[in-house]
Protein backbone atom coordinates (compact mmCIF):
# COMPACT_ATOMS: atom_id res chain seq x y z
CA UNK A 1 0.00 0.00 0.00
CA UNK A 2 1.44 3.19 -1.03
CA UNK A 3 0.36 6.45 0.89
CA UNK A 4 0.30 10.22 0.41
CA UNK A 5 -0.24 12.61 3.56
CA UNK A 6 -0.31 16.21 3.64
CA UNK A 7 -1.73 18.77 5.50
CA UNK A 8 -2.60 22.33 6.15
CA UNK A 9 -0.73 23.00 9.60
CA UNK A 10 3.14 22.77 7.35
CA UNK A 11 5.10 19.78 7.48
CA UNK A 12 7.12 20.47 10.75
CA UNK A 13 3.29 20.68 12.66
CA UNK A 14 3.46 17.63 15.19
CA UNK A 15 0.51 16.00 13.77
CA UNK A 16 1.75 14.80 10.59
CA UNK A 17 4.88 13.45 12.07
CA UNK A 18 2.82 11.48 14.25
CA UNK A 19 0.72 10.26 11.35
CA UNK A 20 3.75 9.64 9.32
CA UNK A 21 5.40 7.96 12.03
CA UNK A 22 2.06 5.65 12.68
CA UNK A 23 1.55 4.72 9.08
CA UNK A 24 4.82 4.13 8.42
CA UNK A 25 4.99 0.89 9.80
CA UNK A 26 1.88 -0.63 7.82
CA UNK A 27 2.43 1.08 4.51
CA UNK A 28 5.01 3.14 1.97
CA UNK A 29 4.47 6.66 2.74
CA UNK A 30 5.78 10.13 1.25
CA UNK A 31 5.18 13.24 2.89
CA UNK A 32 4.02 16.40 0.41
CA UNK A 33 2.94 19.47 2.91
CA UNK A 34 2.74 23.07 2.62
CA UNK A 35 5.97 25.16 4.12
CA UNK A 36 3.67 27.03 6.13
CA UNK A 37 0.76 27.08 8.05
CA UNK A 38 -2.34 27.08 5.39
CA UNK A 39 -4.99 26.56 7.23
CA UNK A 40 -9.03 27.41 5.86
CA UNK A 41 -7.51 27.74 2.30
CA UNK A 42 -9.88 25.00 1.51
CA UNK A 43 -9.14 24.02 -2.13
CA UNK A 44 -7.38 26.60 -3.46
CA UNK A 45 -4.81 26.79 -6.27
CA UNK A 46 -1.89 28.82 -6.67
CA UNK A 47 -2.20 29.76 -10.51
CA UNK A 48 -0.58 32.87 -10.81
CA UNK A 49 3.23 32.56 -8.76
CA UNK A 50 5.78 29.65 -9.10
CA UNK A 51 5.85 26.53 -6.69
CA UNK A 52 9.02 25.13 -5.42
CA UNK A 53 9.56 21.84 -3.68
CA UNK A 54 11.94 21.27 -1.33
CA UNK A 55 13.27 18.24 1.16
CA UNK A 56 13.43 18.50 4.82
CA UNK A 57 16.09 16.80 6.77
CA UNK A 58 13.82 13.99 7.59
CA UNK A 59 12.82 13.34 4.02
CA UNK A 60 9.57 15.17 3.54
CA UNK A 61 8.91 17.31 0.60
CA UNK A 62 7.50 20.48 1.08
CA UNK A 63 6.00 23.45 -1.01
CA UNK A 64 5.53 27.18 -0.68
CA UNK A 65 1.74 26.97 -1.69
CA UNK A 66 -1.96 25.54 0.09
CA UNK A 67 -2.56 21.81 1.33
CA UNK A 68 -4.48 21.77 -2.26
CA UNK A 69 -1.34 22.30 -4.39
CA UNK A 70 0.59 20.06 -2.56
CA UNK A 71 -1.61 17.00 -3.10
CA UNK A 72 -1.88 18.50 -7.00
CA UNK A 73 1.45 19.11 -7.73
CA UNK A 74 2.24 15.25 -6.70
CA UNK A 75 -0.22 12.98 -8.34
CA UNK A 76 0.65 14.71 -11.37
CA UNK A 77 4.53 14.43 -11.62
CA UNK A 78 6.20 14.82 -8.52
CA UNK A 79 5.72 11.41 -6.62
CA UNK A 80 5.82 9.53 -10.73
CA UNK A 81 3.58 6.87 -9.35
CA UNK A 82 -0.08 6.75 -8.28
CA UNK A 83 -0.33 6.48 -4.73
CA UNK A 84 -3.38 3.71 -2.92
CA UNK A 85 -4.78 6.57 -0.76
CA UNK A 86 -4.75 10.02 -0.05
CA UNK A 87 -4.53 10.79 3.88
CA UNK A 88 -4.47 14.62 5.38
CA UNK A 89 -3.87 15.49 8.90
CA UNK A 90 -3.52 15.40 11.59
CA UNK A 91 -4.85 19.00 12.10
CA UNK A 92 -4.90 20.90 15.45
CA UNK A 93 -8.42 21.47 15.72
CA UNK A 94 -11.75 20.13 14.85
CA UNK A 95 -12.97 19.95 11.07
CA UNK A 96 -16.72 19.61 11.62
CA UNK A 97 -20.08 21.22 10.42
CA UNK A 98 -19.67 23.63 8.17
CA UNK A 99 -15.65 23.80 8.86
CA UNK A 100 -15.12 21.55 6.24
CA UNK A 101 -16.15 23.96 3.56
CA UNK A 102 -12.75 26.28 4.54
CA UNK A 103 -10.84 23.38 5.68
CA UNK A 104 -7.05 23.10 4.19
CA UNK A 105 -7.04 19.93 5.72
CA UNK A 106 -10.47 18.57 3.96
CA UNK A 107 -9.41 21.00 0.87
CA UNK A 108 -6.20 18.55 0.67
CA UNK A 109 -7.85 15.31 1.09
CA UNK A 110 -10.31 16.21 -1.19
CA UNK A 111 -7.67 17.32 -3.98
CA UNK A 112 -7.29 13.17 -4.01
CA UNK A 113 -10.73 12.37 -4.22
CA UNK A 114 -10.91 14.48 -7.26
CA UNK A 115 -7.88 12.50 -9.15
CA UNK A 116 -9.90 9.06 -8.41
CA UNK A 117 -7.96 8.31 -5.42
CA UNK A 118 -9.69 7.44 -1.77
CA UNK A 119 -9.10 9.89 0.47
CA UNK A 120 -9.02 10.37 4.03
CA UNK A 121 -9.05 13.73 6.46
CA UNK A 122 -7.86 13.49 10.01
CA UNK A 123 -8.50 16.30 12.81
CA UNK A 124 -8.49 16.41 16.49
CA UNK A 125 -11.17 17.92 18.06
CA UNK A 126 -9.22 20.33 20.34
CA UNK A 127 -6.38 22.78 19.73
CA UNK A 128 -3.17 21.51 21.28
CA UNK A 129 -2.10 17.94 20.39
CA UNK A 130 -3.30 16.69 23.49
CA UNK A 131 -3.46 13.14 23.41
CA UNK A 132 -1.84 13.21 19.30
CA UNK A 133 -0.15 9.47 20.06
CA UNK A 134 -4.10 8.48 20.95
CA UNK A 135 -5.21 9.62 17.55
CA UNK A 136 -2.25 8.80 15.48
CA UNK A 137 -2.99 5.01 16.38
CA UNK A 138 -6.65 5.78 15.61
CA UNK A 139 -5.74 6.99 12.35
CA UNK A 140 -3.51 3.84 11.41
CA UNK A 141 -6.21 0.88 12.69
CA UNK A 142 -8.85 2.98 10.47
CA UNK A 143 -6.62 2.46 7.54
CA UNK A 144 -5.97 -1.04 8.03
CA UNK A 145 -9.32 -1.54 8.42
CA UNK A 146 -10.50 -0.10 5.21
CA UNK A 147 -7.57 -2.21 3.63
CA UNK A 148 -8.51 -5.51 5.10
CA UNK A 149 -12.01 -4.83 4.20
CA UNK A 150 -11.14 -4.06 0.14
CA UNK A 151 -11.90 -0.53 0.42
CA UNK A 152 -8.57 1.07 -0.89
CA UNK A 153 -7.74 0.97 -4.26
CA UNK A 154 -11.34 0.14 -5.70
CA UNK A 155 -12.91 3.51 -6.14
CA UNK A 156 -12.69 7.10 -5.32
CA UNK A 157 -14.47 8.45 -1.51
CA UNK A 158 -13.67 10.72 1.56
CA UNK A 159 -14.40 10.88 4.60
CA UNK A 160 -13.79 13.39 6.80
CA UNK A 161 -12.84 11.94 10.52
CA UNK A 162 -12.83 13.70 13.99
CA UNK A 163 -11.27 12.35 16.63
CA UNK A 164 -11.73 13.51 20.86
CA UNK A 165 -8.42 14.60 22.57
CA UNK A 166 -8.65 11.37 24.80
CA UNK A 167 -6.37 8.71 25.99
CA UNK A 168 -6.71 5.53 23.25
CA UNK A 169 -9.07 3.76 26.30
CA UNK A 170 -11.34 6.56 27.03
CA UNK A 171 -11.75 6.92 23.08
CA UNK A 172 -15.33 5.20 22.23
CA UNK A 173 -15.95 3.45 19.01
CA UNK A 174 -16.48 4.84 15.36
CA UNK A 175 -19.52 6.74 15.03
CA UNK A 176 -21.01 7.21 11.38
CA UNK A 177 -22.53 10.48 11.24
CA UNK A 178 -23.53 13.40 9.26
CA UNK A 179 -21.92 17.18 9.20
CA UNK A 180 -23.61 19.45 12.27
CA UNK A 181 -23.69 23.23 11.18
CA UNK A 182 -22.18 26.37 12.98
CA UNK A 183 -23.69 29.52 14.02
CA UNK A 184 -22.09 32.69 12.14
CA UNK A 185 -18.64 33.26 12.49
CA UNK A 186 -17.79 35.79 15.45
CA UNK A 187 -17.34 39.43 14.39
CA UNK A 188 -14.78 40.63 12.46
CA UNK A 189 -11.27 41.79 14.85
CA UNK A 190 -10.52 45.38 14.20
CA UNK A 191 -6.94 47.14 15.42
CA UNK A 192 -4.61 49.83 14.23
CA UNK A 193 -1.03 49.44 12.30
CA UNK A 194 2.07 50.74 13.61
CA UNK A 195 1.64 53.17 10.67
CA UNK A 196 -1.91 54.32 11.43
CA UNK A 197 -3.85 51.71 9.07
CA UNK A 198 -7.01 49.85 10.08
CA UNK A 199 -6.34 45.97 10.10
CA UNK A 200 -9.05 43.14 9.93
CA UNK A 201 -8.95 39.94 11.41
CA UNK A 202 -11.51 37.15 10.89
CA UNK A 203 -13.18 36.06 13.64
CA UNK A 204 -13.24 32.47 15.19
CA UNK A 205 -15.49 30.08 14.81
CA UNK A 206 -18.89 30.20 15.78
CA UNK A 207 -20.63 27.83 18.31
CA UNK A 208 -22.45 24.71 17.53
CA UNK A 209 -25.96 25.47 16.03
CA UNK A 210 -26.80 21.81 14.82
CA UNK A 211 -25.98 19.50 17.50
CA UNK A 212 -28.02 17.30 17.62
CA UNK A 213 -28.24 13.20 17.98
CA UNK A 214 -26.60 11.83 14.51
CA UNK A 215 -23.98 14.98 13.96
CA UNK A 216 -20.39 14.54 14.16
CA UNK A 217 -20.49 17.58 16.58
CA UNK A 218 -23.03 15.40 18.99
CA UNK A 219 -20.13 12.17 18.61
CA UNK A 220 -17.73 13.48 19.25
CA UNK A 221 -19.25 15.24 22.48
CA UNK A 222 -19.78 11.65 23.63
CA UNK A 223 -16.07 10.64 22.83
CA UNK A 224 -16.59 9.34 20.03
CA UNK A 225 -14.29 9.07 16.98
CA UNK A 226 -16.48 10.75 13.84
CA UNK A 227 -16.25 9.55 10.60
CA UNK A 228 -18.76 11.32 8.12
CA UNK A 229 -18.42 10.28 4.43
CA UNK A 230 -18.25 13.65 1.89
CA UNK A 231 -18.97 14.53 -1.76
CA UNK A 232 -18.32 17.22 -3.85
CA UNK A 233 -21.26 17.75 -5.58
CA UNK A 234 -23.22 20.86 -4.69
CA UNK A 235 -26.28 20.94 -6.17
CA UNK A 236 -29.29 21.41 -4.20
CA UNK A 237 -31.17 18.16 -6.04
CA UNK A 238 -34.27 19.04 -3.35
CA UNK A 239 -34.93 22.17 -5.34
CA UNK A 240 -34.16 21.45 -8.62
CA UNK A 241 -38.14 21.52 -9.81
CA UNK A 242 -39.29 24.86 -8.22
CA UNK A 243 -36.10 26.44 -9.80
CA UNK A 244 -36.95 24.50 -13.27
CA UNK A 245 -40.54 25.88 -12.98
CA UNK A 246 -39.47 29.89 -12.44
CA UNK A 247 -36.44 29.16 -15.11
CA UNK A 248 -39.04 28.60 -17.62
CA UNK A 249 -41.32 31.31 -16.74
CA UNK A 250 -38.11 33.39 -17.38
CA UNK A 251 -37.70 31.57 -20.86
CA UNK A 252 -41.23 32.51 -21.57
CA UNK A 253 -41.10 35.92 -21.06
CA UNK A 254 -37.70 36.27 -22.53
CA UNK A 255 -37.87 38.60 -25.66
CA UNK A 256 -37.32 37.37 -28.79
CA UNK A 257 -33.43 38.19 -29.96
CA UNK A 258 -33.36 41.25 -32.56
CA UNK A 259 -31.54 40.10 -35.99
CA UNK A 260 -28.79 42.15 -36.56
CA UNK A 261 -28.19 43.43 -39.92
Known amino acids: MKILIS ?11 ALHAALSSVAEVEVVAP ?15 PLYVHTAHNGFRYVNGTPADCVHIALTGLLGYRPDLVVSGINNGANMGDDTIYSGTVGAAMEGYLFGIPSIAFSQVDKGWQELEAAAHTARQLVLQLQAQQQIGEHPWLLNVNVPNLPLPALRPLK ?27 GGAGAAKDDSEGTDFHATAQGHVAVTPLKVDLTDHHSLDNWA ?17
Not at 7 to 17: K, R, T
Not at 37 to 49: E, M, R
Open 35 to 49: EHNNSAKSNALTLHS
Open 7 to 17: NDDGYQAPGIV
Open 245 to 261: ALAAQFAHNSPTPTKVL
Open 176 to 202: LCRLGRRHAAERVIVQQSPRGETMYWI
